[in-house]
């Protein structure tokens, strides 16, 4: 019924598969990486609808960061600098001056400890793993811990923890990149999404947010009734364009709905909803995606994926009224995100 396996894969790594009657998640140690989501097509067709590398080689570098745990800070950190009571710290600077998702040596490469374990209503993995003072250029020791959890109800649960000995910044997320459509049989221009937000976050050319959008509406970031990605695809926008033409922007949840986000695809027939204690999530649409790299099914391609990073803005350090990503000696992040999945005829 609910069944956990793992598989050795080299002398470190290991692959674990949890699955239910209807799907099944895997994952490695490595960076916390999901490597596949099957989930039924319309057909009762079992496909993957997560981007992976052919050659798990590649995730050791993991230039398009599949699938992987993101941390310290998921994001860009405009100057590779922070501030924290008056003390400046340089980070790794690893998108030209910037800093991206935690560095060279972010938590999406590092080898993590793990423990299983087995519920009534579900099974899973917890991953923990401790960032030293310093790490990336962070102060801090950080304990964090992730479990990834499937339930009987076809939910896949993510939940993180982390605490400090000395006051840091810290955001994670997970950067898996969806595609509905099934073993990668199309791009996602035809996914229609709908987000829980009118307020996004304003890119300069470099990505980094200056501004808050305080209101969307009428414009291609409105997501509340529902959109389909290619209309980002194709804008005039010049938001849409400076990213290379669709979206990889923060957007601001309005906390109005029970799902934060919800992605149909009706060729296939599947629907994926997000739920989530998170302000707001940034939306990437694989517009920067590097070409030509082995997939399972085909080579890495513009659009091929569409990411929905759920996680607190690295903006909140240099632009006013935005949730801090602030983690003190004396409190324990926490955070969750839910994945559920269902088919589109059953949409009420
Ligand atoms: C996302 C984006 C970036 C980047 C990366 C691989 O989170 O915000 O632009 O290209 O993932």
């Not at 290991?14 to 998640?25: A, C």
């Not at 910037?98 to 999406?108: A, I, P, Q, T, Y």
């Not at 790490?135 to 499937?150: A, D, I, W």
């Not at 030509?292 to 607190?312: D, P, W």
Request: with cysteine.
């Amino acid at each position: 019924m609910i069944d956990l396996k793992k598989e050795k894969i080299n002398d470190d790594w290991y692959e674990f598969t949890l699955s239910n009657h209807f799907m099944s998640i895997s994952f490695l140690n490595f960076g916390g990486i999901i490597t596949k989501i099957l989930v039924p097509d319309k057909y009762g067709t079992k496909e993957n609808i997560v981007l992976c590398y052919q050659d798990y080689t590649h995730y050791e570098t993991n230039p398009l960061y599949l699938g992987a745990i993101i941390g310290r800070v998921a994001g860009r950190i405009k100057n590779a600098t922070i501030q924290i009571q008056n003390t400046e710290y340089k980070l790794d600077q690893n998108e030209s001056c910037h800093h991206l998702h935690g560095g060279k040596k972010g938590f999406h490469n590092v080898l993590w400890d793990f423990n299983t374990f087995q519920e009534e209503d579900g099974i899973g993995v917890t991953f923990t793993y401790t960032s030293p003072d310093g790490e990336s250029g962070y102060p801090g020791n950080v304990n964090v811990k992730v479990t990834y959890r499937l339930t009987i109800n076809n939910e896949f649960l993510i939940d993180y923890e982390a605490t400090t000995d000395k006051e840091t910044v810290l955001t994670l997320t997970n950067h898996s990149y969806f595609n509905l459509s099934g073993d990668l049989k199309n791009t996602v221009s035809d996914h229609e999404v709908t987000i829980d937000s009118s307020r996004i976050l304003k890119l300069d050319k470099d990505l980094i947010p200056f501004d808050i959008v305080e209101d969307v509406s009428e414009t291609e970031f409105d997501f509340r009734r529902g959109k389909l990605l290619q209309e980002g695809f194709v804008s005039h926008n010049e938001q849409n364009q400076l990213v290379g033409c669709g979206y990889d922007h923060y957007f601001l949840f309005d906390q109005q709905t029970a799902n934060q986000v919800i992605v149909a695809n009706n060729d296939s027939g599947r629907i994926m909803k997000i739920k989530t204690n998170q302000p707001g999530m940034v939306m990437y649409t694989a517009n920067g995606m590097q070409e030509g790299i082995r997939l399972n099914e085909v080579k890495s391609k513009k659009y091929l994926g569409v990411c929905f990073e759920t996680q607190a803005p690295s903006a909140s350090l240099w632009l006013n009224d935005l949730p801090s990503i602030t983690l003190l000696p004396n409190e324990t992040y926490k955070k969750q995100t839910i994945f559920s999945f269902d088919m589109v005829e059953k949409k009420k």
